[in-house]
Nanobody
Framework: QVQLVESGGGLVQAGGSLTLSCVAS????????LAWHRQAPGKEREMVAN???????NYAASVKGRFLISRDNAKRTVVLRINSLRPEDTGVYYC???????WGQGTQVTVSS
Protein backbone atom coordinates (compact mmCIF):
# COMPACT_ATOMS: atom_id res chain seq x y z
CA GLN A 1 0.00 0.00 0.00
CA VAL A 2 1.24 3.45 -0.89
CA GLN A 3 2.19 5.73 1.99
CA LEU A 4 2.27 9.51 1.69
CA VAL A 5 4.65 11.82 3.53
CA GLU A 6 4.21 15.58 3.50
CA SER A 7 6.86 18.21 4.16
CA GLY A 8 7.47 21.91 3.68
CA GLY A 9 5.21 23.45 6.26
CA GLY A 10 6.31 26.17 8.62
CA LEU A 11 5.72 29.61 10.04
CA VAL A 12 5.49 32.39 7.50
CA GLN A 13 4.31 35.99 7.44
CA ALA A 14 1.21 36.99 5.57
CA GLY A 15 1.98 37.62 1.93
CA GLY A 16 4.73 35.03 1.90
CA SER A 17 4.98 31.74 0.06
CA LEU A 18 5.53 28.09 0.84
CA THR A 19 6.02 24.95 -1.17
CA LEU A 20 4.55 21.77 0.26
CA SER A 21 5.66 18.40 -1.04
CA CYS A 22 4.08 15.00 -0.74
CA VAL A 23 6.22 12.01 -1.57
CA ALA A 24 4.75 8.55 -2.06
CA SER A 25 6.47 5.38 -0.97
CA UNK A 26 5.35 3.65 -4.14
CA UNK A 27 4.26 4.46 -7.64
CA UNK A 28 1.57 7.10 -7.99
CA UNK A 29 1.04 6.49 -11.67
CA UNK A 30 -2.00 4.34 -11.00
CA UNK A 31 -3.53 6.90 -8.67
CA UNK A 32 -5.95 9.03 -10.65
CA UNK A 33 -6.57 11.91 -8.28
CA LEU A 34 -4.11 13.28 -5.74
CA ALA A 35 -5.34 16.04 -3.51
CA TRP A 36 -4.29 18.49 -0.85
CA HIS A 37 -6.66 19.11 2.01
CA ARG A 38 -6.30 21.35 5.01
CA GLN A 39 -7.80 21.52 8.46
CA ALA A 40 -7.88 24.84 10.23
CA PRO A 41 -8.16 24.95 14.02
CA GLY A 42 -11.72 24.19 15.06
CA LYS A 43 -12.87 23.57 11.51
CA GLU A 44 -13.55 20.56 9.33
CA ARG A 45 -11.02 19.32 6.86
CA GLU A 46 -11.52 20.77 3.38
CA MET A 47 -10.12 20.06 -0.05
CA VAL A 48 -8.00 22.92 -1.37
CA ALA A 49 -6.65 21.45 -4.62
CA ASN A 50 -6.54 18.23 -6.57
CA UNK A 51 -4.92 16.98 -9.73
CA UNK A 52 -5.76 14.04 -11.93
CA UNK A 53 -3.36 11.72 -13.68
CA UNK A 54 -4.05 13.63 -16.89
CA UNK A 55 -3.11 16.89 -15.19
CA UNK A 56 -6.57 18.34 -14.77
CA UNK A 57 -6.71 20.52 -11.66
CA ASN A 58 -9.41 21.79 -9.33
CA TYR A 59 -9.12 24.42 -6.63
CA ALA A 60 -11.29 25.61 -3.80
CA ALA A 61 -12.63 29.08 -4.45
CA SER A 62 -10.77 30.47 -1.46
CA VAL A 63 -7.37 29.51 -2.88
CA LYS A 64 -7.87 29.86 -6.62
CA GLY A 65 -5.20 32.08 -8.13
CA ARG A 66 -2.91 31.70 -5.10
CA PHE A 67 -2.31 27.94 -4.90
CA LEU A 68 -0.78 25.80 -7.62
CA ILE A 69 -0.82 22.01 -7.56
CA SER A 70 1.43 19.84 -9.68
CA ARG A 71 2.51 16.22 -9.80
CA ASP A 72 5.52 14.34 -11.05
CA ASN A 73 4.74 10.66 -11.43
CA ALA A 74 8.37 9.73 -12.07
CA LYS A 75 9.40 11.35 -8.77
CA ARG A 76 6.27 10.04 -6.99
CA THR A 77 5.58 13.59 -5.82
CA VAL A 78 2.69 16.01 -5.68
CA VAL A 79 3.54 19.61 -4.86
CA LEU A 80 1.42 22.49 -3.62
CA ARG A 81 2.85 25.94 -4.17
CA ILE A 82 1.15 28.47 -1.92
CA ASN A 83 1.50 32.17 -2.68
CA SER A 84 0.12 35.31 -1.06
CA LEU A 85 -0.45 33.48 2.20
CA ARG A 86 -3.17 34.75 4.52
CA PRO A 87 -3.71 34.10 8.22
CA GLU A 88 -6.82 32.10 7.30
CA ASP A 89 -4.58 29.66 5.39
CA THR A 90 -3.26 28.45 8.74
CA GLY A 91 -3.87 24.78 9.36
CA VAL A 92 -2.56 21.28 8.88
CA TYR A 93 -2.18 20.38 5.23
CA TYR A 94 -2.72 16.78 4.20
CA CYS A 95 -1.98 14.90 1.03
CA UNK A 96 -4.52 12.31 -0.09
CA UNK A 97 -4.74 9.59 -2.69
CA UNK A 98 -8.43 10.07 -3.36
CA UNK A 99 -9.73 6.79 -4.68
CA UNK A 100 -7.74 4.78 -2.14
CA UNK A 101 -8.58 6.97 0.83
CA UNK A 102 -4.92 7.13 1.81
CA TRP A 103 -3.82 10.16 3.84
CA GLY A 104 -0.46 11.47 4.82
CA GLN A 105 0.31 12.55 8.37
CA GLY A 106 0.04 16.25 7.56
CA THR A 107 2.31 19.27 7.73
CA GLN A 108 1.57 22.40 9.74
CA VAL A 109 1.32 25.78 8.05
CA THR A 110 1.07 28.85 10.27
CA VAL A 111 0.63 32.30 8.79
CA SER A 112 1.22 35.30 11.02
CA SER A 113 -0.42 38.63 10.36
Amino acid sequence: QVQLVESGGGLVQAGGSLTLSCVASGSIFSIDVLAWHRQAPGKEREMVANISRSGRTNYAASVKGRFLISRDNAKRTVVLRINSLRPEDTGVYYCKADEYGIWGQGTQVTVSS
